[in-house]
């Protein structure tokens, strides 16, 4: 496992760049995460996906499905992959400080 | 590729290039296109073991000091000796016995293999080349053959720390698609050969992929699914499908979760719930339609199908496998069905066959026979001109060759889309998609790009083929691929090549398929957009 310095902290990442401690994450991290996966600067609508992921995870220990991210922020699949060109997954995911999405997903 | 070099200490021992894999049809007919596999970093070159062809599967940490490499060799040969004797490996010595003494080396397997051919025929992706390693080191490290006539024979080996390291690895460049042992006049089966060895790595060494092992089969007994998905996060994403199913159909349908004494246990594989809830949404559908008796269970683990043991460790394939049984019988169905998903019809209806006694031996069987008596006997309404668009079906491997479900699949689709067209070959003859024995879920470095390059282009190529008339993007099109791994795999193929944007094909599973034909459902259920 390799350290790294987001946000002005060191947080241990996986070998794919996904933080491993989730209860460090904070906005700074989440920005300097945006910046490796083509989403920086963080509009408004950027925030609102994090935000709905973040609050997510921390109710129920996983990113919720796809399909309810589209519907709870409004956005289409199109959109979230302009905001994220790596993905829900790869992309808005990480930023969030989520895990790396397990399973046969 | 000679095996005395497998062990020789150098950065790598094959380079995949563009100009050497075998040629793809329009639009991606032109090699410098091709997107590369990319290049691991420095510091990953130097932590984990990447010397076979500069691909890294499982992430085994190299040995810092002699010692180290010492035990490391010493705990596979431990192993191995193991996997020889029949206390420890009770479960498959027999076939393994078999495929290392009777393979005649003919070759006639070569062909058949998707990882060898596409490649351009590397040698060290060869079905027969990892099996010759292991009966080289067994003849001369643990039946103890004379040095002399190892020598004679051309089949002497030298073991160090580097050459099993790239055996583990390699090990991991087989999909167990099985078609090797299909076409075999003996029966040998080189890809369970590829399975032993994985067995040795995780069961004596402690190695596995992570994706495999301690997010897989670990958390999937820890908190109920390799997904992360919990028995709190599973009642709120069926409420979600709920409320998704009455806005996309108009109709009211309560999710029957843990009905004690249901005729049918229906488990999914979880990650469907999380990536395609479409397929699990289009099976309560047609099962409320069809008044199937069925339920699905809120137990830890009763809702994952998954089994991933099935690749790598015995164990804990007998772990899950029990639990799926028990929890069964905790509710008193009549049998389990399985969705679509290949790895759990192999893993819980075929191979728990061997640790499910009993009690605990409980029917279990594939969801695709009722889609098929619910289609075929009208017992829901259809009207395939809703489906009247080229659609292909992809045949799961352990579905089509290893179980022998061939048909049910193919009549509902001749009964419900007009143009219904067979890729080639298919059936049981079927190519892999490329992501079997948990490769569409390796996501970790650059091992998604080699299964993309690699080990899916001729599921790629066949795609494309069947196509082909009708491949602009005018025409909307169709992979059907019953299950949930293949649909992953097939995903991450489409996505490194562009293939829905430049060519319009969409994938998705068979259900969503029945219910967009179903007549009392006004807007369609299969949304023409990237997931």
Redesign the interface.
Known sequence: MAKTVLGGIEVEIDEDGFIQEPEKWNQAIAEDLAKLEQAYPMSDEHWKVVNYLRDYYLKYEIAPPIRMLVKQTGFDLKKIYQLFPSGPAKGACKIAGLPKPTGCV | MDILDLGKDIDVLINIEPEDLIPLPYPYDDPANEPLIKKLTD??KKRYEASLDGVIAI?IPKPTTKEEEETFVRRFLSGLEKLLSLENNWTFLQPLYHSLEYCVKCQLCNDACPAYIASGRKEIYRPTYRPEILRRIINKYIKKKHPSLLKLTGSDIELNWQLVARLGELAYRCTLCRKCAQVCPLGVDNGLISHEIRKIFSQEMGIAPK?LHE??TM??LK?G??????P??LA??IE?MEE?IEEKTGKKIKIPVDKEGADILLIH???????W??NTMAFAIIFDAAHIDWTLSSDLAGY?A?NYGVWYDDIQLARIARRHAEIARALKVKKINVGE?GHAHKAMIVVADRVLTGELNIPRESALPILADIVLNDRIKLDPSRNNFPVTLHDPCNMVRLMGIVEPQRQILRKICPQFREMEPHGVDNYCCGGGSGF??M???NFPDWRSVVSGRIKLKQILEVFQDVISVDTKKYVCAPC??CK?QIRDLFAFYNVFERCNILYGGLVELIVNAMVDIKKPFIEW???
């Open positions: 510091d990953q992430g994706e997010s897989g958390q999937q908190t699914s390799s997904t992360g998905i919990t709190k996060a709120n994403i979600f998704e594989n979880a990650g469907e719930f999380i990536s809830p479409e994952d998954v998903c569409a879920i996501q970790s470095m949930s791994n992953g957009e990237w997931r």
